[in-house]
């Protein structure tokens, strides 16, 4: 029986996905459930296994290959079936399919195209020219480990270097130790420090970069839904922006104590927002809800969504679901889970989708207010500032206080305003008074 190996919809955004590694090769024998190959989604790496049994004949899309949801990817047959038809037709379907560009190529640039880096050694780091293709990630490790990215092979989209290359590097080539002065015998064991003080360094002449001017990176899968899905959200999506600032101070004292009885949990704030959030949203249903064109959906459950950043670019929201249900320590476990896997590409589909409501932190990074867009359906997301010490005016005196600012981004064919701004009072008095979240 033959079993053709196809291109999965991973969500119900995918158009389309990228082979990143074939597992197995021509030839293999492979039984059903055997992981084939990876592939990368518009919000995870995932992997595909095989629907049947057989031998793996032929593989007909390469790593690296971008392709249609559905496309023939290789086919699994018994030795002796006949597989030529199958074959015909997807050779037929190839060529009637627009070109695209291979796997690899160099960007479009506003100049002469520079030379593919497989046939060009690196050029030394601050070269005219010898501009770094690195994602941002890959810079700071780099920093830290002392790797040379100028030497390091990217395996990323068109020659980038990515975290897994810098760690590659890192271990093949350790950094050096920074040799140690000789001590003469009979020399004390602890050297004085040069009173001298020391000249200031001179300031380099920075060259002027050669070669084009700019270059264009193709948009990633995750990308082009976040452009596809913003536009959707935004454009049509009526916003408006509800902005409250929250007493912390006994919120500081929970995770402090939390964490000083098991230091392990390492509970934040976003974990007690969280769940401060839950408890609000069962108190409001008519925030825990959706715009369905003719219709708004109350849900009955509440599934909160986390905003997470992923490496070189683009954002995927992983779903604390029932989170109304779930204890701080539950949710400080999951969160941390979700977050890691998120960064990884590692979530199951049903992982990211099916949120009620979302969170976006941004405090962890020095913001202190900022409205975020609504993920759709959902009718309302929570954006999340710094918590910071402050002056703060506590019965006519100047204190220090410890204040976070939260806005409240809401669809207002769903939320009205007044609706919106007692949901954020509640959450106020929620966390204000976290003796709530035991219950």
């Not at 949203?281 to 959906?297: C, K, M, T, W, Y």
């Not at 249900?325 to 589909?349: G, H, V, W, Y």
Request: glycine fraction near 8%; hydrophobic fraction near 40%; charged fraction near 25%.
């Amino acid at each position: 029986m033959v079993v053709k190996v196809l291109m999965p919809k991973g969500s119900d955004t995918m158009t389309e996905g990228k082979v990143l590694k074939w597992l197995k090769k021509e030839g293999d024998t492979i039984a059903t459930g055997d992981t084939l190959l990876e592939i990368e989604t518009d919000k995870v790496d995932m992997e595909v296994e095989a629907m049947g049994g057989g031998v793996l004949r032929k593989v007909l899309i390469g790593a690296g290959k971008v392709v249609p949801v559905g496309e023939l990817l290789a086919v699994i047959a018994k030795p002796d079936e006949d597989i030529s038809a199958l074959l015909a037709g997807a050779a037929a379907a190839a060529k009637s399919a627009p070109a695209a560009a291979p796997a690899g190529a160099p960007p479009a640039t506003g100049g002469p195209l520079p030379a593919a880096p497989a046939l060009q050694p690196p050029a030394p780091q601050g070269a005219p020219g010898g501009r770094l293709f690195a994602s941002p990630l890959a810079r700071r490790m780099a920093q830290e480990m002392g790797v040379d990215l100028t030497r390091v092979p990217g395996s990323g989209p068109n020659g980038r270097i990515v975290r897994q290359d810098v760690e590659r590097a890192a271990a093949t080539h350790p950094r050096p130790r920074a040799p140690q002065p000789a001590m003469a015998a009979g020399s004390p064991a602890k050297l004085e420090p040069s009173r001298a003080p020391l000249a200031p360094p001179l300031p380099r002449p920075v060259a002027v970069p050669s070669g084009p001017e700019f270059y264009d990176e193709p948009l990633s899968s995750m990308r082009k839904v976040i452009a596809t899905r913003l536009v959707q959200s935004k454009a049509p999506v009526p916003h408006f922006y509800l902005t409250i600032e929250v007493n912390m101070a006994r919120g500081k004292e929970l995770r402090e104590s939390a964490n000083l009885l098991d230091p392990e949990l390492k509970l934040s704030y976003n974990d007690i927002i969280l769940k401060a959030c839950a408890a609000a949203l069962r108190q409001h249903p008519e925030v825990n809800a959706s715009f369905q064109g003719d219709s708004i959906r109350f849900h009955n459950r509440v599934h909160v969504g986390m905003a997470v950043a992923v490496e070189g670019g683009g954002l995927i929201t992983p779903v604390l679901r029932d989170c109304d249900r779930k204890n701080l320590q539950d949710i400080s476990r999951e969160a941390k889970d979700l977050t890691a896997r998120a960064r990884n590409r590692k979530l199951n589909p049903d992982e990211y989708v099916g949120g009620t409501f979302s969170v976006s932190n941004l405090g962890m990074m020095g913001i202190e207010e900022f409205s975020a867009i609504i993920n759709p359906p959902e009718g309302a997301i929570l954006a999340v500032g710094a918590v910071a010490e402050k002056p703060v005016v506590v019965n006519g005196r100047v204190e220090a206080g410890w204040r976070c600012r939260m806005t409240l981004s809401c669809d207002h064919r769903v939320v009205d305003g007044a609706t919106g701004a007692k949901f954020l009072q509640t959450l106020k008095q929620i966390l204000e008074n976290p003796v709530y979240l035991a219950f």
